[in-house]
């Protein structure tokens, strides 16, 4: 079941901060954010497994939290290179990067 | 860049043919996954190959059928195309073992559309 994402849209000044959230009914192994821009491929942000451990940019934080099976990534200090759409995906426990992705979050920076 | 190469970028079909995507995977990846991608949506798993065997699939019907070569680039084919195949299809590479980073790295898609 595709996790559900929120929220759908959300614009921004240069410098503030946001916070995507990332909601599954299923018991999750990890979770993933990509960010895609407008005709490009995803690039990877962060992937957070299950125990605790992160890998990902530096500029970019995440939680997970295993028994709600959410995830919520923090932009701070945006900056106009921000902007795209988001993605998290979920992996459950086949180990295999087979991943459901949500429907996105449109992120928009401004000047 | 990621170093995964789609092609074509673009094509257009009619309702009832058949089409081949094809992805070469980033230099030092083993396996290969493809997504759908619908205009406004994320992408959905289709497939996944490793060692050219299929590892897993998604939730899409068996007209959807793929191969890994043994350099590790690997097709996906669609028989009998109907209107709703009209997608992005984006290929993944990654490396799947000890080292594994889980992060995917994504082409830049085929996008296709059906008529």
């Known amino acids: 079941q595709q996790p559900v994402q929120s929220p759908q849209a959300v614009i921004l000044r240069e410098g503030e901060d946001a916070v995507i959230n990332c909601s599954s009914s299923?018991?999750?192994?990890?979770v993933h954010w990509y960010r895609q821009k407008h005709g490009e491929a995803p690039v990877f942000l962060m992937i957070?497994?299950?125990?605790?451990e992160q890998k990902g940019h530096e500029k970019i934080s995440a939680s997970f939290n295993e028994k709600k099976q959410q995830s919520s990534l923090y932009l701070t200090a945006s900056q106009l290179s921000y902007s795209g759409t988001y993605f998290c995906g979920t992996e459950g426990k086949t180990g295999r990067r087979a991943l459901t992705f949500g429907s996105g979050t449109r992120l928009q920076v401004q000047p | 860049e990621t170093g995964v190469t789609q092609s074509p970028t673009h094509l257009i079909k009619t309702r009832g043919q058949q089409v081949t995507l094809r992805c070469s995977s980033q230099s030092g990846h083993n396996t290969v996954s493809w997504y759908q991608q619908a205009l406004g949506q994320g992408p959905q798993f289709i497939f996944q190959y490793y060692r050219e065997e299929e590892n897993g699939r998604g939730n899409f019907p068996p007209r959807f059928s793929g191969l890994q070569f043994p350099n590790y680039s690997s097709e996906l084919n669609v028989n009998a195309l109907e209107l709703d195949d009209s997608a992005l299809y984006l290929c993944?590479?990654?490396?799947?073992?000890?080292?594994?980073?889980?992060?995917?790295?994504f082409g830049e898609g085929s996008r296709l559309t059906v008529l």
């Open positions: 957070l497994l299950k125990g605790g």
């Open positions: 299923k018991a999750l192994y990890s």
């Open positions: 993944a590479s990654s490396f799947s073992g000890v080292k594994n980073t889980g992060e995917l790295f």
